[in-house]
């Protein structure tokens, strides 16, 4: 008689897992990541000044997840929705730069025309002041632009979705932001979840304070992290050791 038991692994499981191996592939620069990811955010602080809306921006911790995201799976294309300061911009640019490769950062603001500082010589950002997500998207999708990731910290539209679909393949990572509750980060996966093209996705939970408890910032007081990440399933690998 077959037996079909099986081992259960949930998404919580594999958000351990995931952002334990993501911090560990910079722990030995971290120290020097986390200063100038600090400089980065006291520079940034000043373009508050060009603000038409002000608002929030990330956190150090979420800025530090989207960098080791860029970094470890080596993006190169990147549309962004949610520019304000620039500090998820940087951040994913920065990683891209510790690969030493060239790449590109499509970044859209609906409410802001605030040119960014880009330290970064091979990596282009491309601003969309002043416009929506939609607009961004139909620019891109006309420039032929081919996308191996996003991040959203802003709301999809449903007119969003075939403009995405003609940008990512199957293999595309988003991360989203403010995931919690019914926050936005919650209703842009439901949307993304309608698309054939993501069906063999799986979620990955911010990560939780005993993933990020051993780095050094956990001397901030920074204590939880807003970041999800949407992956594709074949990301994960059984391993020998």
């Given at each position: 008689m077959a037996n079909d038991k099986q081992i259960n692994f949930n998404p919580y499981q594999a958000s351990d897992v995931f952002w334990t191996q993501l911090y560990r592939s910079i722990e030995i620069i971290f120290d020097d990541v986390y200063k100038d990811i600090c400089q980065c955010f006291q520079q940034n602080e000043e373009l508050r000044q060009q603000a038409k809306y002000n608002t929030g921006s990330i956190s150090v911790i979420d800025a530090i997840n989207l960098l080791c995201l860029s970094h470890y799976f080596d993006l190169r294309s990147i549309a962004e929705v949610g520019?304000?300061?620039?500090?998820?911009?940087?951040?994913?640019?920065?990683?891209?730069?510790?690969?030493?490769?060239?790449?590109?950062i499509h970044s859209c603001?609906?409410?802001?025309?605030?040119?960014?500082?880009?330290?970064?010589?091979?990596?282009?950002i491309q601003q969309f002041p002043e416009q929506s997500s939609t607009q961004m998207l139909n620019q891109l999708v006309q420039q032929g632009v081919e996308?191996?990731?996003?991040?959203?910290?802003?709301?999809?539209?449903?007119?969003?979705?075939?403009l995405l679909d003609s940008l990512i393949g199957k293999d595309v990572i988003i991360a989203l932001d403010d995931f919690e509750g019914m926050e936005k980060g919650v209703a842009n996966l439901m949307k993304l979840s309608t698309m054939e093209?993501?069906?063999?996705?799986?979620?990955?939970?911010?990560?939780?304070?005993?993933?990020?408890?051993?780095?050094?910032?956990?001397?901030?007081?920074?204590?939880?992290?807003?970041?999800?990440?949407?992956?594709?399933?074949?990301?994960?690998?059984?391993?020998?050791?």
């Open positions: 520019t304000f300061i620039g500090n998820s911009t940087i951040a994913m640019a920065y990683g891209i730069e510790l690969n030493k490769q060239t790449g590109q603001d609906l409410s802001n025309n605030i040119s960014l500082n880009n330290p970064f010589t091979n990596i282009s996308l191996d990731a996003c991040y959203l910290d802003g709301r999809l539209q449903d007119e969003d979705l075939p093209k993501l069906r063999g996705h799986v979620l990955i939970h911010p990560p939780s304070f005993s993933n990020f408890s051993s780095l050094p910032i956990f001397k901030t007081n920074y204590s939880r992290s807003l970041t999800a990440v949407f992956i594709p399933g074949n990301r994960f690998a059984f391993t020998r050791q």
